[in-house]
């Protein structure tokens, strides 16, 4: 993946990132109505910032071999 690519896949995770957050924090806050579905919506939220910290992480990599 180039740098371009990469910043253009993290732009695209982040906005994800930030729709699964208030999500969590939605879900979270109508405890303990719906409380069945938290732990798909954490481990949903979990693992798209764990993608993101990853691409950022390869990103930096690629930057500082510039």
Known sequence: MTIEELQ???????????QMKMDLHDLAEGLPTDYKQLMDVAAATYEIYRQLDELKQHLKQLENAR
Do not use: F, M, Q, V
Request: hydrophobic fraction near 25%; avoid cysteine.
């Open 8 to 18: 253009g896949e993290i732009k695209r995770l982040n906005s994800k990132a930030g």
